[in-house]
């Protein structure tokens, strides 16, 4: 079968491997039918997050047709369509009858210590073959696996894999209340759908960060009130817009490969920083491969974390679920212990969201494929990685399709 191999940092093609077996009873064999490619996968590729052993089939979001099943799996049968939770957990650990699925004490094969399991990722994280490939082994599906009403489609339900449901928990995590006024930084994905979620938890006003034209313009579609980061400097904005107080919360959707203003007023103040990301990305990223204007690492990885704090209100509360790898050691602690802000972060427990979200789009409440702009057939999904990491205008979220025709 087809799939996107990692073989080195800058270093992806599309393979030939081996099909998938059933290697344990809880296991489940799916056939994908539409995966998409993420901006974790485009740290991975850069070389800003962990250490990927070459053969890793990449990729954790994806929705299929179950085609065989381990004998302890009671949940689905064969034929059934599924969407795929990208962390991997076993369900009746103490830390995943809490809903703590990211935590989970047994599915990483590196033990309770080891942090979270999930598809594609790198070698601490399983690994596991990941998902952009024409078939899959999801482990633990008697309890991971969630079935995908007939009334939700493919791409709706593709998003509640990883990035709808990471979305809804970095504005759950941020505590928001009615009538809050919230900065989303990082107008991704997974920043949309964040500003999605902040409205659907009551937000008042949300205020969004980024600077690419198509994705700023998504955010307004969405109801943001749009910064981009080159035309101002993002905290005086966000300051003046909140007479001065600042926001209520903050949620942190970029991660590690933040990149700072490179012309107008925020490139100005924030030139006493410049030496220190250049440090920090020496720790972080000791062996990027770059190649023209594709796997550039971002050129400051703690930027984010900066603005958010200095954005927040007093007492206000900081969300983090733009990923940093354990290299990343900066961060303002004094502001944010001055300020008294709540930090809240971490990876998804995608488990846990998965069906309300299926049932919320069900429903009508929102429409997460409104940012999916991009439908490829798997076996582009090289060019379509490289657009996609390039941010090329329009690019927003990309579905691969195995079945698709090139
Ligand atoms: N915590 C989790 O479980 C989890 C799950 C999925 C994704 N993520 C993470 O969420 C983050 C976003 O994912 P995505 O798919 O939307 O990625 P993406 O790379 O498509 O989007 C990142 C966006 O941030 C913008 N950006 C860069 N520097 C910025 C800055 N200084 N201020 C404001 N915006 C800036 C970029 O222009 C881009 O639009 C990534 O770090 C990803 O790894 C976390
Ligand atoms: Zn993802
Ligand atoms: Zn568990």
């Known amino acids: 079968m087809k799939a996107v191999v ?12 081996s ?61 059934d369509r599924v969407v795929i939770p990208s962390t991997i957990a076993c369900g009746y650990c103490s830390y995943c009858r ?4 990211a935590q989970c004490d047994i599915a990483n094969p590196h033990g309770p210590q080891a942090g979270t399991a999930f598809f594609g990722g790198p070698a601490a ?18 309890a991971g696996l969630v079935r995908i009403p007939d009334a939700v489609p493919d791409d709706q339900a593709l998003l509640t894999s990883d990035i709808f449901p990471t979305a809804y928990f970095g504005a759950s995590i941020a505590e928001i209340r009615e009538g809050n006024t919230v900065a989303v930084f990082g107008c991704g994905p997974v920043g949309l759908l964040a500003i999605a979620s902040a409205h659907l938890l009551g937000a008042g006003r949300v205020i969004a960060v980024d600077t690419i034209p198509s994705r700023l313009e998504l955010a307004r579609e969405l109801q943001a009130e749009a910064i981009d980061f080159n035309e101002v400097d993002p905290v005086e904005a966000i300051h003046s817009l909140t007479g001065g107080i600042g926001v209520d919360r903050a949620i942190d959707a970029v991660g590690v490969d933040a990149v700072r203003p490179g012309h107008g007023p925020g490139s100005r103040h924030g030139r ?26 971002g050129d400051a990885p703690s930027q984010v974390l900066i603005w958010g704090v200095d954005a927040l209100a007093k007492a206000g509360t900081l969300s983090i679920i733009g990923v940093y790898p354990e290299t990343a050691h900066a961060f303002p602690i004094g502001k944010a212990m001055e300020k008294n802000l709540a930090i809240n972060m971490g990876n998804c427990h995608h488990r846990r969201f998965i069906p309300k979200l299926l049932r919320l789009i069900r429903n009508g409440s929102v429409n997460p494929a409104a940012i999916l702009t991009q439908h490829q057939p798997l076996s582009s999904a090289i060019e379509a990685y490289k657009a996609f990491d390039r941010r090329q205008p329009g690019w927003v979220k990309v579905e691969l399709e195995p079945a698709l025709q090139a």
Not at 128 to 134: C, K, M, R, T
């Open 6 to 17: 990692f073989h080195g940092i800058g270093d992806i093609r599309l393979d030939d491997v």
């Open 19 to 79: 099909m998938p077996r059933i290697k344990d009873p809880k296991d489940a064999i799916v056939r994908i039918t539409a995966s998409a490619i993420c901006g974790t996968d485009l740290h991975m590729v850069r070389g800003t997050l962990g250490d990927m052993k070459p053969g890793t089939i990449l990729g954790h979001e994806g929705v299929g047709i179950v085609e065989e099943v381990g004998r302890e799996v009671r949940n689905v049968r064969p034929g």
């Open 98 to 101: 809490c809903g703590y699925y």
């Open 125 to 142: 994280s399983g690994p596991f073959d990941g998902l952009q490939a024409e078939w899959a082994r999801v482990p633990f599906a008697n």
């Open 272 to 297: 006493k920083n410049v030496s220190k990301f250049q440090q920090e990305l020496k720790e972080i990223a000791p062996r990027k491969k770059p190649d023209g204007r594709n796997w550039v690492p």
